[in-house]
């Protein structure tokens, strides 16, 4: 079993940069594509970004393209998402989730989820 666990969220000023953290245990990340999703008040959960076991296939979501990079350390077991240009619809809080041999766009695709990390985005 894999349990994720989110860390860096926190309040950040718009057109600042914040960076989350998700470190996984339980077992290696080995073969586990790696997403990232959140969810703002009064929304659905939607999808941020993703990245493959290798990290050489990345995705993002219009939303954050070009100004939100995820990266993965192996080594550490741990995915990052590097947050610049922060704009105030930014604000939700923010999931990590793996699934095996996946790097799909939607929360089906993931079967472990972290219990999310709130991101508040000020004007």
């Known amino acids: 079993q894999v349990q994720l666990v989110e860390s860096g969220g926190g309040l950040g000023q718009a057109g600042g940069s914040l960076r989350l953290s998700c470190a996984a245990s339980?077992?290696?990340?080995?073969?586990?594509?790696m997403g990232w999703f959140r969810q703002a008040p009064g929304k659905e959960r939607e999808f941020v970004a993703s990245?493959?076991?290798?990290?050489?296939?990345?995705r993002y979501a219009d939303s954050v393209k070009g100004r939100f990079t995820i990266s993965r350390s192996n080594a550490k077991n741990t995915v990052y998402l590097q947050m610049n240009g922060l704009k105030t619809e930014d604000t939700a809080v923010y999931y990590c989730?793996?699934?095996?041999?996946?790097?799909?766009?939607?929360?089906?695709?993931?079967?472990?989820w972290g219990q999310g990390t709130q991101v508040t985005v000020s004007s």
């Open positions: 339980g077992r290696t990340l080995s073969g586990y594509g």
């Open positions: 989730a793996a699934g095996y041999g996946s790097i799909g766009t939607t929360e089906s695709q993931y079967a472990h």
């Open positions: 990245i493959s076991w290798s990290g050489g296939i990345t």
